[in-house]
């Protein structure tokens, strides 16, 4: 897989929305539910004013769809290339804002119909 190295934030900087695009593919740092900093490779499906809804692409929890603030990214890492073959996709009403009001994950799968998913 082909990477490009983007540039790395501070950690006192939140990473600004601005940075990330729908099927865009990304090497992150998170901050989790208790302040540690975490590792995390991401799809993103749709983003919001306030989050956006991410696949995890790898880890235990790989294909989960998740609802992450923007400010949780402490740090881009680094952005994948995405080819058309291998875009993920979901239905577009499994990412409507309003599914996502009382929830902040769904397990789901993902097609990717250049890879035969």
Same mark, same amino acid.
């Given at each position: 897989m082909? =990477?490009?190295?983007l540039?790395?934030?501070?950690?006192? +900087?939140?990473?600004d929305? &601005?940075e990330?695009?729908v099927?865009?593919?990304?090497?992150?740092?998170? *901050?989790?539910?208790n302040?540690k900093?975490r !590792?995390a490779?991401i799809?993103?499906? %749709?983003?919001q %004013?306030?989050?956006? +809804?991410?696949r995890r692409? &790898?880890?235990?929890?790989?294909?989960?769809?998740?609802k992450?603030?923007?400010?949780?990214? +402490? *740090?881009?890492?680094r952005?994948h *290339?995405?080819?058309? /073959?291998?875009k993920?996709?979901? !239905?577009?009403a499994?990412l *409507? !804002?309003?599914?996502w009001?009382? /929830?902040? &994950?769904? /397990? =789901?799968?993902? &097609?990717?119909p250049?890879?035969g998913k």
């Amino acid at each position: 897989m082909q =990477t490009h190295q983007l540039h790395c934030f501070a950690e006192d +900087i939140p990473v600004d929305k &601005s940075e990330f695009q729908v099927d865009g593919h990304y090497a992150v740092t998170l *901050k989790d539910e208790n302040g540690k900093l975490r !590792p995390a490779n991401i799809y993103v499906h %749709d983003m919001q %004013d306030n989050y956006m +809804i991410a696949r995890r692409t &790898s880890g235990g929890d790989v294909g989960l769809l998740f609802k992450m603030d923007y400010d949780d990214v +402490i *740090k881009l890492v680094r952005t994948h *290339k995405v080819l058309d /073959r291998k875009k993920f996709m979901v !239905p577009a009403a499994m990412l *409507k !804002p309003k599914l996502w009001e009382t /929830r902040d &994950s769904m /397990r =789901t799968y993902s &097609s990717a119909p250049g890879l035969g998913k």
